[in-house]
C-alpha cells in the first residue's frame, strides 16, 4: 500500500511571483522513510505544508493512504503529524502543558499521553525534571525532542519532519537522529524527511529525492543515485543533476524571498 | 466516538487557555485593576449627575468590557496563534473548525464573565451602587444573547487575520472602534451626529445597552423587553451560521494563497 502518493503537483505563489513546486510526482510505500534533500527555498516545506492539509496545490493530486489531502483533509489529519524546523509551541506553557493541548486535539487520555510522552522524551535523553518548565526556558534541542514526543504520542502512521535537525547543536542532533533511526529498526511508521544534511539523508532514509528550484531533480536509493552520476557523496550528486554548486542555489532561494 | 472527541477538544481550548492566563498572571492583574479604575473614573463622572447616572454610565462601562472581551477573544484567536507560531498545528488538528472556534468562544464567555463580576464588585463597593428594583433575570438573559450576537460579530471578524495578518488586526481594532462609537456605551445615540446615527442600529451593542439599561434602571421585565431580546437573538443565530461559513471560505483562501502559516 501507499503511504503517499502524488501526482503531478504545481503550485506557486503569486505575491512573491515563485514558483514554488513543479511537476511533483512520486510515491513512498507504507513503511519507507523517504528523503527530500534541497537548498533553502527549492521547495521542500511547501511540498510538506500539502501533505499536511494546510496548503492546496495548483494543480496535481496528494494522497495519504489512498485519501486525498484536499478532499478528505480529517481523514489525513488523523493519520499524519509533522515536526517543522522551528518547535511551534505555547513558549510560556510547559512542555506538558502544551502536550496535554495536543491530546486534547488529537483525543488521547491524558495520563496516556503523559506516560507516552515521557518515554519518548526519556529515549532522546530529556531530563524529565524539565517537562514542568515553561519551553521559553529550554535549549533549542530540548524544544525540538519535545516537537518529536508531540508528534509520535498520537501514533501516527505517517510522521512528516521538515528539517527536524536543523540548527540544532551537534549533541541533540545525533540524539534526535538515533531516535529517528530506531524508530525505523522498530516501527512500520512511514515517514517523510526534509533535510539539508547529507549525511542525515543518507543514514536514515531509504530513498533520496533531490529537490531544486521546487522540481524533483533525481530520486533513488543514496548509493544508486551515487553511482549513477559517477561520484562519492550526496552534494556531488546534487552539482551533477543540477549543474550548480549548492551554496549558489541557496543563494538564489535568499534572493528570491 | 468523534462527538466525545469534539467535546475533549473543545475542553483542551479552555484549559489551554486557562494556563495561559495563569501564565501571564501579572499582566492579567495589571489588566483587571487597569479596567477597574477605569470603570470607576468612569461612574465618577456621573456623581455630580446624581446616583442613576452613575449607575447609566457603569452599565456601559461593564457590558462594553464584557462585550469586547468576547469580541476580542475570538477574533484575535488566528492572529494570537499566527504570532506564537502554533497556527499550522492547530489547523492540522484533526477537529472540526467549529470546535476550535467554539472552544475560543467558552474560554472568552468564561473569562468575561468572571472578568466583568469582579469589575461589578469593586465598582460597588467604591460607588456604593444598588440594584435596587432592577430586573436582574431578566439582565441575565438579556447579556446571554448579547454574547452570542457578539461571538457572531467575533466570528466574522476573526476571518480577517487569517486573511490578512496584520491588517486583518488592524481592521478587528477599527472596527471594534466604530462599535464603541456608534452603540451609545456612554451616551444615548441621538447626541451623535445626524448622519452616523444610522450606523447604530446596525451594532447588536446598541441593543444589548438599551435592554440592559432598561432592566437594571428602570426595572422592565422580560416581558417588555421581549421585542429587543428577540432582535439580538435573531443577530446571533444569523451572524453565528454567517461566520462559519466565512471563516470556512477564508481557510480555503489562506490554503490557497499560502498564508494559513506563522508569522516569521
Known amino acids: 500500500m501507499n503511504a503517499i502518493h502524488c501526482r503531478n503537483i504545481n503550485k506557486h505563489f503569486k505575491k512573491k511571483k515563485v514558483i514554488a513546486l513543479k511537476e511533483i510526482e512520486f510515491t513512498v510505500p507504507k513503511g519507507e522513510t523517504f528523503g527530500i534533500i534541497g537548498p533553502n527555498g527549492s521547495g521542500k516545506s511547501t511540498l510538506v505544508r500539502i501533505l499536511s492539509t494546510l496548503l492546496i496545490p495548483d494543480t496535481g493530486s496528494a494522497t495519504v493512504f489512498t485519501h486525498d489531502v484536499v478532499k478528505s483533509p480529517m481523514a489525513v489529519r488523523r493519520m499524519i503529524n509533522r515536526v517543522s524546523v522551528d518547535a511551534a509551541f505555547f513558549k510560556k506553557l510547559s512542555a506538558w502543558e502544551n502536550l496535554r493541548y495536543a491530546a486534547r486535539l488529537y483525543g488521547v487520555p491524558k495520563q496516556q499521553a503523559r506516560e507516552r510522552t515521557l518515554a519518548i522524551l526519556d529515549s532522546m535523553g530529556f531530563p524529565k525534571k524539565r517537562f514542568d518548565e515553561p519551553l521559553e526556558e529550554l535549549s533549542r534541542g530540548m524544544q525540538q525532542k519535545v516537537a518529536i514526543a508531540r508528534s509520535l504520542f498520537t501514533s501516527p502512521i505517517l510522521l512528516l519532519l521538515d528539517e527536524p535537525t536543523t540548527g540544532l547543536d551537534p549533541r541533540s542532533k545525533r540524539e534526535v537522529q538515533d531516535f529517528i533511526f530506531g524508530l525505523k529498526r522498530q516501527t512500520d511508521i512511514t515517514v517523510l524527511l526534509t533535510t539539508h544534511d547529507m549525511a542525515e539523508a543518507e543514514t536514515l532514509c531509504d530513498r533520496i529525492a533531490i529537490i531544486n528550484g521546487g522540481g524533483f531533480i533525481a530520486v533513488d536509493k543514496a548509493e544508486r543515485l551515487k553511482d549513477r552520476f559517477g561520484v562519492n557523496d550526496l552534494e556531488a550528486v546534487f552539482m551533477r543533476s543540477t549543474g550548480r554548486e549548492w551554496e549558489e542555489s541557496e543563494q538564489d532561494a535568499e534572493d528570491r524571498d | ?264
Not at chain 2, 99 to 127: E, H, K, N
Not at chain 2, 136 to 156: K, N, Q, R
Not at chain 2, 181 to 196: A, C, E, I, N, T
Open chain 2, 1 to 264: 466516538m468523534r462527538a466525545r472527541t469534539e467535546i475533549v477538544s473543545t475542553l483542551g481550548f479552555l484549559e489551554r487557555n486557562l494556563s495561559l492566563v495563569k501564565r501571564y498572571l501579572g499582566w492579567e492583574i495589571v489588566f483587571m485593576t487597569y479596567n477597574i479604575v477605569n470603570a470607576l473614573t468612569i461612574g465618577f463622572i456621573g456623581v455630580t449627575q446624581g446616583k442613576q447616572f452613575v449607575m447609566y454610565l457603569t452599565i456601559g462601562a461593564l457590558i462594553w468590557g464584557f462585550l469586547s472581551v468576547l469580541f476580542h477573544e475570538i477574533s484575535e484567536s488566528v492572529a494570537w496563534e499566527r504570532w506564537e507560531g502554533t497556527i499550522e498545528y492547530t489547523f492540522m488538528a484533526p477537529i472540526h473548525r467549529f470546535t476550535q472556534l467554539f472552544g475560543s468562544c467558552l474560554f472568552a464567555i468564561v473569562y468575561g464573565l468572571i472578568r466583568t463580576v469582579l469589575i461589578l464588585l469593586a465598582v460597588a463597593l467604591f460607588l456604593g451602587l444598588s440594584l435596587k428594583g432592577a430586573d436582574l433575570g431578566a439582565a441575565f438573559v438579556v447579556l446571554v444573547v448579547s454574547g452570542l450576537s457578539f461571538i457572531g460579530l467575533g466570528l466574522v471578524a476573526a476571518i480577517l487575520p487569517l486573511m490578512s495578518t496584520e491588517k486583518g488586526a488592524q481592521a478587528t481594532h477599527i472596527m471594534e472602534a466604530v462599535i464603541l462609537l456608534v452603540s451609545g456605551v456612554y451616551y444615548d445615540v441621538s447626541v451623535l451626529p445626524k448622519w452616523l446615527q444610522p450606523l447604530s442600529a446596525f451594532s447588536p451593542a446598541t441593543y444589548s445597552l438599551r435592554a440592559l439599561r432598561g432592566a437594571l434602571l428602570e426595572g422592565q421585565s422580560l416581558a417588555e423587553l421581549w421585542p429587543t431580546v428577540l432582535l439580538l437573538l435573531a443577530i446571533g443565530v444569523l451572524l453565528i451560521p454567517l461566520g462559519l461559513i466565512a471563516f470556512n471560505q477564508a481557510e480555503i483562501y489562506a490554503k490557497r494563497t499560502g498564508k494559513l502559516k506563522r508569522n516569521g
